[in-house]
């Protein structure tokens, strides 16, 4: 069965501490690993899509990370404004032409000022 | 572009009542889907279309119906409402159905109350 879990639940950070966030998964057959940002209240915002172990992907102070195993999404310097729920996602071989995402539950980030 | 939209953004039912989810996408994509967040589970896929006219299942459908008459609307019926349906619900949608990895966009979600 196809699984996604997300470390840790919550992590509450002061501004500027840099850290990571894990993914690690079980997929029989990755397509594709997703990173979504999720404000309270509001839908999931696409972040990254990484494709292959040893891709790497950067936006602003994010940088995903991917192997076979698991992914990490690197918050470096963080402000405030990077607070939000950040949700990982396998896209898994399925049934023909059906793009199922496998969720994690999501990793609560606090940045305190 | 509006990207992908939903209506309403609230609903309270009760136990029994049939309403309608409307999610529309103006970027001409093939794909769309609905996922249902409950917490602590994670977001779970309940029906998706690869195209107008074609919808199939995900893994929990039952309680919903979906049909796809036009590229751009995807509504979704609770058929008679359950306190279980309570939930938060998005819609989402992708360029393509080909056989590479394509992007999912979320429309803002709907949250549902069953009383």
């Known amino acids: 069965e196809d699984q996604v879990t997300q470390s840790p639940e919550a992590l509450r950070l002061q501004e500027g501490e840099s850290s990571s966030l894990n993914c690690s998964y079980t997929?029989?057959?990755?397509?594709?690993l997703f990173w979504y940002r999720q404000d309270p209240g509001k839908g999931p915002e696409f972040l990254f899509t990484?494709?292959?172990a040893g891709e790497e992907k950067e936006k602003e102070r994010l940088k995903a990370t991917l192997t076979k195993k698991e992914s990490f999404l690197h918050i470096t310097a963080p402000k405030p404004e990077d607070s939000a729920t950040y949700l990982c996602?396998?896209?898994?071989?399925?049934?023909?032409?059906?793009?199922?995402?496998?969720f994690g539950q999501g990793t609560r980030l606090t940045i305190n000022p | 572009n509006a990207g992908v939209t939903q209506t309403p953004k609230f609903q309270v039912l009760k136990t029994g009542q049939s309403m309608t989810l409307q999610c529309a996408q103006d970027?001409?994509?093939?794909?769309m889907s609905w996922y249902r967040q409950d917490p602590g589970m994670g977001l779970r896929l309940i029906h998706y279309?690869?195209?107008?006219?074609?919808?199939d299942q995900g893994e929990v459908p039952n309680g919903y119906n979906v049909s796809r008459s036009t590229t751009e609307d995807f509504p979704l019926r609770l058929l008679s409402a359950a306190p279980s349906q309570t939930s938060v619900y998005f819609c989402?949608?992708?360029?393509?159905?080909?056989?590479?990895?394509?992007?999912?966009?979320f429309g803002p979600g709907t949250r549902l109350t069953v009383l």
């Open positions: 989402a949608s992708s360029y393509s159905v080909a056989s590479s990895a394509d992007t999912q966009y």
């Open positions: 997929v029989s057959g990755l397509r594709g």
């Open positions: 990484l494709y292959s």
């Open positions: 996602a396998v896209q898994a071989h399925w049934i023909e032409g059906a793009q199922k995402l496998v």
């Open positions: 970027m001409n994509h093939e794909y």
């Open positions: 279309s690869v195209g107008a006219g074609i919808t």
